[in-house]
């Protein structure tokens, strides 16, 4: 798969998961730098917020929408996922104000944008995660998912909202 970033094509590996499919199980880093695993969070409609990293203007803008957007939602977790370290999305939500999404890093876990077919192979991303959103239902199965064309553009926040039904 290819998306772009600043209008040039940048591939991908990995095999990004389709709708209806069950989602893959993953273990991520947690803020309080423990794991987090796909089963720790089963029960609940889940949104995986997936992005290069929290640093940039795109990114920490798709933090702030899913915390305002989602937050009041019951029986729903916002996973925000990037390569950042706990400690640099722990200071950035606590600066922010941001209290209704959980982070976690795939630094620990570089299979993780293979498994999920996010991993940017090229370019000056080369190594972290393009931008996409999937929403996964109690069940586990994938009910929405957008693999955004242009890194630098903002996801569709009322589609994947409109998905956890």
């Known amino acids: 798969?290819?998306?772009?970033?600043?209008?040039?094509?940048v591939s991908l590996s990995g095999t990004f998961p389709q709708t209806g499919q069950t989602a893959?199980?993953?273990?991520?880093?947690?803020?309080?730098?423990?794991?987090?695993?796909?089963?720790?969070?089963?029960?609940?409609?889940l949104?995986?917020?997936?992005?290069?990293?929290?640093?940039?203007p795109v990114c920490a803008n798709s933090v702030r929408a899913f915390n305002e957007k989602a937050s009041s939602l019951n029986n729903v977790t916002?996973?925000?996922?990037?390569a950042d370290l706990p400690f640099a999305t722990s200071r950035f939500c606590g600066a922010e104000g941001i209290d209704g999404?959980?982070?976690?890093?795939?630094?620990?876990?570089?299979s993780f944008t293979e498994d999920?077919?996010?991993?940017l192979n090229e370019g000056a991303l080369k190594g972290l995660a393009t931008r996409a959103i999937l929403v996964i239902n109690e069940e586990g199965t994938i009910v929405h998912r957008e693999l955004v064309?242009?890194?630098?553009e903002e996801p569709n926040y009322e589609a994947a909202i409109a998905a956890l039904g």
């Open 149 to 152: 064309s242009e890194i630098t």
């Open 47 to 56: 949104v995986l917020n997936i992005f290069p990293s929290i640093d940039t």
């Open 78 to 82: 916002v996973l925000c996922i990037s």
């Open 1 to 9: 798969m290819t998306v772009t970033f600043q209008g040039s094509p």
């Open 116 to 119: 999920y077919g996010v991993n």
């Open 101 to 110: 999404v959980i982070t976690a890093s795939f630094f620990r876990s570089p």
């Open 24 to 45: 893959l199980d993953f273990t991520l880093c947690a803020a309080d730098l423990n794991d987090l695993t796909l089963d720790s969070l089963k029960g609940q409609k």
